[in-house]
């Protein structure tokens, strides 16, 4: 399949823009992960299921991708304006554990959700904590070019020596404060940012190191720059992220990058707009959010939440409702319904569907027209089933439902369930509406669905 011109919203210019990579085939990608003191919501996981569709989108056009994920296991502070407790500290002092082993357990949770959800793992995932010595290499960079100042808290950078700060939020450096009044206490300036936290003396912090400004530990931004330039070089491809990280986290990633480098840091930002709970943005903060596990007790399996994902632009707001999700499990249920109808993949797909395809998601990721172009293939009985299947493998690629398994896959029917069915029909026959739905609902609890036609009973299950 020839590759066709893809095109992406980049944050940075404000345009849709053709993309061009630095490596002919190759893309260089950064994605914000986890700060592990807390389960990620299903917001969070909006925002890695955004950037799993771009990488896919990437891999389907048949590019080789370089993806580093962080996970913030330090430096993450409570407050906004390098003030509070680190936020791992904080949850390990409250449960009586250690940091690190909050940081453990967080992580693995998060690794768990994402496989959970078929979200390809990335090509290399680094911790903060693994890389301290990158981090204290470039605030020493910084601090020798004259971009630092320290307080006695702290080394902060001043962002006022980056003639481009705020480019990429919008705003100038002096009017990101939004006209609020502001303590400083000794930053210069309200868009200052700690790049090295002091220990407190007397305190007895569990994550600290020695560094050549004393013991203590990094700030929250320094971590990023420092490692995704490790991975990746001091100019790469693509940086994405959920929309609240743009103005001040990615803004910062970027001031500390370029003024340590003198070259620009990435070519295209992507950033993905929130989830909302009844039109609400879902944060912690205001715990008003779910978790993955939250859908599965209410039983809406993971794969149902990817597709619900689908249903709006990664650059839309998407509302939340579990009416919403049962739509998506529904609909999930019926399509492997369908391709369990269907003869084994062909040699040749539906070239004219494909092509619409690849259309839809190289004009920066549509994945809803993408899903559309899928639904309006699945029914159209002109084409013959077996081309439907070729063309649904290669769609699959990046929505990552796992349908392969479900098509020409014939329900095994136990020997326990077909008694039930059985039985429930010879209550229809005697009219027996209340036996009949007892038997319904045994048999849906088992896993399996009961359609009634013409010709019968007929089974449906998602095994």
């Not at 896919?56 to 048949?62: S, V």
């Not at 059985?422 to 209550?427: L, Q, S, Y």
Request: include cysteine; aromatic fraction near 10%.
């Amino acid at each position: 399949m020839p590759m066709q011109p893809i095109k992406l919203f980049n944050t940075l210019t404000r345009t849709k823009e053709d993309f061009t990579p630095m490596i002919p085939g190759k893309v260089g990608i950064y994605t914000c992960g986890p700060t592990v003191y807390h389960d990620v919501h299903i917001g969070n996981l909006r925002t890695f299921l955004f950037e799993d569709f771009l990488k896919r989108m990437f891999e389907l056009n048949g590019y080789e991708v370089n993806h580093v994920m962080n996970i913030t296991d330090v430096g993450h502070l409570v407050g906004d304006g390098d003030v509070g407790e680190d936020k791992v500290a904080k949850t390990a002092k409250e449960n009586g554990q250690t940091a690190w082993d909050v940081a453990e357990h967080y992580t693995k949770l998060f690794l768990k959700d994402v496989n959970d959800l078929a979200i390809e793992p990335p090509t290399t995932l680094c911790k903060a904590t693994d890389h301290i010595k990158e981090q204290i290499a470039l605030i020493q960079e910084l601090e020798a070019k004259g971009f630092t100042y320290k307080t006695k808290d702290g080394i902060y950078y001043d962002t006022k020596k980056f003639e481009k700060y705020g480019a990429l939020g919008g705003q100038k450096a002096e009017d990101k404060r939004g006209g609020a009044r502001v303590d400083l206490g000794e930053k210069h300036s309200h868009t200052d940012f700690a790049l090295w936290k002091f220990s407190t003396k007397g305190e007895k912090r569990q994550m600290e190191w020695e560094s050549p400004w004393g013991k203590g530990f990094p700030g929250w931004h320094i971590e990023c720059s420092a490692m995704a330039m490790k991975y990746l070089g001091p100019t790469f491809d693509i940086h994405a992220g959920g929309m609240d990280l743009a103005p001040v986290h990615h803004e910062n990633e970027i001031a500390q990058a370029e003024a340590a480098t003198d070259k620009p840091f990435v070519h295209y930002w992507l950033h993905g707009e929130f989830l909302l709970l009844d039109e609400k943005k879902m944060s912690k903060s205001v715990k008003n959010i779910f978790t993955l596990n939250d859908l599965v007790v209410n039983c809406a399996e993971p794969l149902a939440y990817r597709l619900f994902a689908m249903s709006a632009h990664y650059r839309s707001k998407l509302n939340f409702t579990y009416e919403a999700l049962r739509a998506s499990s529904n609909a999930l249920r019926g399509l492997r319904a369908t391709l369990r109808e269907w003869d084994a993949p062909a040699d040749h797909g539906c070239e004219e569907f494909e092509k619409r395809f690849i259309e839809r998601l190289n004009d920066d990721l549509d994945m809803p027209g993408a899903l559309a172009v899928m639904w309006e293939m699945v029914r159209d009985e002109k084409q013959p089933s077996a081309a439907k299947a070729k063309s649904i493998l290669m769609m699959d690629r990046v929505f990552g439902l796992s349908l392969a398994k479900f098509i020409g896959a014939k329900i095994e029917v136990p020997e326990t369930i077909q008694v039930l069915v059985d039985e429930r029909e010879k209550a229809r026959t005697n009219k027996d509406w209340i036996r009949s739905d007892e038997l319904r609902l045994e048999i849906e609890l088992a896993g399996f669905e009961i359609e009634d036609t013409a010709t019968g009973p007929k089974l449906r299950s998602d095994h």
